[in-house]
């Protein structure tokens, strides 16, 4: 709308009552980012920002594909993804020994 100057102690004048008002729209893009915790920072313009919760890679999920870690092998001296703590999930783990024989060249 386009308010006229209010020269006396009128109500103001108005012009375009008859023109189309712009609603304005909800976007869907255009949302607002809030960290899930409230005392972590907001995501910055550059961060990488997760929608949903990752899948649990321990256990089988044959939908997701996911074979889970039941039965696999690990290094039990590794701090790395190959450890045995990380690959068992913090659920224990049983190690053997084995000696295999193998034929030198």
Known sequence: RVMMPNTDLE???QRNDAAPHRVPRR?????????????????GVKDLVY????????EKNPRLGIPGTHGR???DTSIGVDGCDLMCC???????????????N
């Open 90 to 104: 913090g659920r224990g783990y049983r190690t053997e020994t084995m000696f295999v024989v193998e034929r030198c």
């Open 27 to 43: 976007d869907r893009y255009r949302f607002q980012l809030r960290p899930h915790n409230p005392d972590h920072k907001s995501p």
């Open 11 to 13: 109500a103001p004048a």
């Open 51 to 58: 929608l949903e919760s990752s899948p649990g890679f321990c």
């Open 73 to 75: 092998a690990c290094n």
